[in-house]
């Protein structure tokens, strides 16, 4: 594991962006594809509630391997968003994922005991609920609290899935060394987070609030934003690629498609 000053959490960001302008035209095909496939698997009856969630690890390493290509000079086709599912280690992804899942209902759980179930009740609604209607600021604080209580996993998936399916590490020993080299690179990770939150979070939100408060119809801002916010996912999803790349490669030299 390499050490990185906490000024590399921007340089993040940026290379995401500059991966994303090489090829962009077959990263926002994989990233539809990715949506269109979720879109799929989700109507399968009972279990179609949890595959998305379970198969994350899996199509992660898509979006990871085309990076590690664009730096290589290939050109990312479509089936990269099969990669996971073609590695010998996905049996070992999949259980990432059962774990994942876990670790997402556990973190729903412990924000029922501050939110009085407001977030568990917004997010598993099978008919839309308006966050008006429910106590106020009750479901913040949940929203809150479950952050909080699920970033220590967070930390442990962040890199699991790369050094499981190009490391070959076990599930327990990649969640160990993802967690303590999150840890040991906090103050980058915070600056990585914080530029992201005002890029795709906070600078698109006032610019739809300006936009609605000029056209007076906020469906319509709403509804012209998201292929702006899908731009924004898939230049996020490129810049998970340098995280890795800084803390576990020696240099740009040492990667190859």
């Given at each position: 594991?390499?050490?990185?000053?906490?000024?590399?959490?921007?340089?993040?960001?940026?290379?995401?962006?500059?991966?994303?302008?090489?090829?962009?035209?077959?990263?926002?095909?994989?990233?539809f594809a990715y949506m269109f496939f979720n879109m799929g698997i989700s109507?399968?009856?009972?279990?179609?509630?949890?595959?998305?969630?379970?198969?994350?690890?899996v199509f992660a390493m898509s979006f990871m391997q085309a990076c590690r290509?664009?730096?290589?000079?290939?050109?990312?086709?479509?089936?990269?968003?099969?990669?996971?599912?073609?590695?010998?280690?996905?049996?070992?992804?999949?259980?990432?994922?059962?774990?994942?899942?876990?670790?997402?209902?556990?973190?729903?759980?412990?924000?029922?005991?501050?939110?009085?179930?407001?977030?568990?009740?917004?997010?598993?609604?099978?008919?839309?609920?308006?966050?008006?209607?429910?106590?106020?600021?009750?479901?913040?604080?949940?929203?809150?609290?479950?952050?909080?209580?699920?970033?220590?996993?967070?930390?442990?998936?962040?890199?699991?899935?790369?050094?499981?399916?190009?490391?070959?590490?076990?599930?327990?020993?990649?969640?160990?060394?993802?967690?303590?080299?999150?840890?040991?690179?906090?103050?980058?990770?915070?600056?990585?987070?914080?530029?992201?939150?005002?890029?795709?979070?906070?600078?698109?939100?006032?610019?739809?609030?300006?936009?609605?408060?000029?056209?007076?119809?906020?469906?319509?801002?709403?509804?012209?934003?998201?292929?702006?916010?899908?731009?924004?996912?898939?230049?996020?999803?490129?810049?998970?690629?340098?995280?890795?790349?800084?803390?576990?490669?020696?240099?740009?030299?040492?990667?190859?498609?």
């Amino acid at each position: 594991m390499n050490s990185v000053p906490a000024s590399t959490g921007w340089l993040w960001v940026k290379r995401g962006f500059s991966l994303f302008r090489q090829q962009p035209a077959e990263m926002l095909t994989l990233f539809f594809a990715y949506m269109f496939f979720n879109m799929g698997i989700s109507l399968v009856p009972f279990i179609g509630r949890f595959l998305p969630l379970v198969l994350i690890p899996v199509f992660a390493m898509s979006f990871m391997q085309a990076c590690r290509l664009i730096e290589g000079g290939v050109r990312v086709k479509p089936t990269v968003l099969l990669v996971g599912f073609r590695s010998e280690f996905f049996l070992r992804l999949f259980a990432l994922g059962c774990l994942y899942l876990l670790a997402i209902s556990g973190a729903a759980l412990i924000s029922q005991l501050f939110d009085d179930g407001a977030l568990f009740e917004f997010i598993s609604s099978e008919k839309p609920v308006d966050p008006k209607d429910l106590p106020q600021g009750r479901l913040f604080f949940g929203m809150l609290m479950a952050v909080l209580a699920f970033l220590p996993a967070l930390m442990a998936f962040w890199f699991a899935g790369p050094l499981i399916m190009w490391h070959g590490m076990s599930v327990p020993k990649a969640l160990f060394y993802s967690f303590f080299s999150v840890k040991r690179a906090a103050k980058a990770f915070l600056i990585y987070a914080l530029s992201w939150f005002l890029i795709s979070g906070l600078l698109p939100a006032i610019f739809v609030e300006i936009l609605a408060l000029v056209t007076g119809n906020t469906g319509f801002v709403v509804l012209l934003m998201m292929p702006v916010l899908a731009l924004f996912t898939t230049i996020r999803y490129c810049s998970f690629y340098p995280t890795y790349q800084d803390i576990f490669e020696q240099s740009e030299e040492s990667v190859h498609p």
